[in-house]
């Protein structure tokens, strides 16, 4: 993982036959992501915002706008900086907006400029999670399951780039409007309370811990953001009835998701599609330049 495709001729790679092939392949492609959880195109001379748009498009998959707090910059019609936060911290793991009541099946990405050092992006085999977990914490899984989790977050008044988590609600939201915003999270499925600094604080409560996605062989994901969000700041995870989930707990599966990462290292040019109902990803630092643009599909 990921499966490996690489032009026939490397001679002779372009952007334009690629395409045609995608268009033509749609299903089997579709299969092979599914089906391996992640499928990397090498070395088809993939330039910029404009050819990757062209192989998102040829894929035929719908497009579903990023919400979320991770600041990110529009390039190109469906194509999106990934996070801009700074290369020197590390993003955690996480399924792509597992905290929204639709998320995405796929998300590319695109590299434009790799790293000259570090800048990975791992990837965990959700199931792998569950499993250990279970091995290792079976009551404690089963109340969490049980009960389901609440978290919280806060979004900041203002934009705050030097954050990877600092995206203001305006933005976040999509609205300058508070009422508006407060309307959109409620219909995302969130409570929301305004914090005297101007912030904006959701409550996101029943979640899930885990998820059974069709044609993934039944596995049981761990489908939910609880090592990410437990016990910081800006944002909490507990059961859903308030009760705590133990430290112990937490700082264990985080060894478990660092445990059961595989490192992807870019190469200029690369396309990597992944099942995000299979995978957690994250970011690893890096010196500078890194450029990787992102698209997210329904
Ligand atoms: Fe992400």
């Known amino acids: 993982m990921p499966l490996v495709l690489l032009p026939p001729e490397p001679a002779k790679a372009d952007t334009e036959s690629l395409v045609a092939a995608l268009k033509k392949n749609r299903e ?9 959880s992640a499928v990397l195109l090498r070395g088809f001379n993939v330039k910029n915002a ?11 998959w719908e497009d579903i706008r990023y919400i979320g707090h991770a ?5 190109f019609k469906r194509i999106w900086t990934a996070n801009e936060g700074p290369l020197s911290e590390f993003i955690y793991y996480h399924h792509e ?8 099946k796929k998300v590319i990405l695109f590299c434009e400029v790799p790293p000259p050092e570090g800048g990975e992006t791992p990837f965990v085999p959700s199931f792998r999670v569950t499993e250990r977990m279970l091995e290792e914490f079976p009551e404690e899984v089963e109340e969490m399951e049980k009960k389901g989790l609440m978290y919280t977050f ?13 995206r203001g609600w305006q933005e976040a939201f999509g609205t300058p409007d508070p009422a ?13 309370e305004w914090l005297p600094d101007g912030g904006l604080k959701t409550i996101i409560c029943p979640r899930s811990l885990m998820r059974v996605f069709e044609g993934r062989k039944g596995r049981r994901m761990w489908y ?17 009835d308030w009760t705590d989930i133990p430290n112990h707990v937490v700082k264990r599966c985080g060894q478990i998701l660092n445990e059961e990462s595989i490192q992807f290292k870019w190469e200029k040019g690369d396309v990597l599609f992944f099942d995000n109902m299979a995978l957690l990803h994250g970011r690893r630092p890096s010196l500078p330049p890194r450029k990787v643009l ?3 599909c329904k």
Do not use: Y
């Open 50 to 60: 404009e050819d990757f748009n062209e192989i998102v498009e040829a894929c035929g």
């Open 224 to 240: 939910n953001t609880v090592v990410g969000m437990h016990g910081k700041e800006i944002s909490s995870a507990t059961m859903a």
């Open 154 to 166: 806060t979004a900041p008044s203002t934009n705050n780039t030097s954050s990877m988590r600092g």
């Open 71 to 75: 600041p990110r910059t529009h390039i």
């Open 28 to 36: 089997w492609f579709d299969q092979m992501i599914i089906k391996n």
């Open 294 to 296: 992102v698209a997210t």
């Open 180 to 192: 508006e915003a407060e309307r959109r999270v409620k219909a995302m499925g969130m409570d929301v």
């Open 97 to 104: 907006m597992v905290l929204f009541k639709e998320n995405p």
